[in-house]
């Protein structure tokens, strides 16, 4: 259902939404498409992983690279640290700012704390 100002004939609305479009478009599609596109091509990033490339000419549709990332020692102890890390400092961040938050609406002078923050 469309909100009754966007039914309204206002150009506004439409402008701002167009503006959150442009903004994640250039900031997490754009760089989310080139990093798989990255990630299918050699280390020096001239083709593809694929042995079967022609040279000096990008190479599509392999997932050497992911298999080397699956499979290798290093590898998996590098994704096993960011799983972690994910797993604990994500949730803590958030309980450590909702804890200083509580704390802080208590306090006798609250708005300085605020303002603070």
């Not at 080139?34 to 280390?43: D, E, F, G, I, Q």
Request: hydrophobic share 50%; glycine share 6%.
């Amino acid at each position: 259902m469309v909100p009754k100002i966007m039914r309204q004939g206002t150009l506004t609305p439409w402008l701002y939404l167009a503006a959150a479009v442009a903004i994640m478009l250039v900031f997490i599609v754009y760089p989310t498409l080139n990093t798989v596109m990255l990630s299918l091509r050699n280390k020096t990033g001239t083709q593809s992983a694929a042995v079967d490339c022609i040279p000096g000419e990008p190479c599509w549709g392999t997932l050497d690279n992911y298999r080397y990332a699956l499979t290798d020692s290093e590898m998996t102890q590098a994704l096993r640290n960011n799983a972690l890390w994910l797993l604990f400092m994500v949730p803590g961040t958030v309980a450590a700012g909702l804890l200083f938050a509580v704390v802080t609406d208590r306090v006798r002078y609250e708005r300085l704390a605020k303002t603070v923050v």
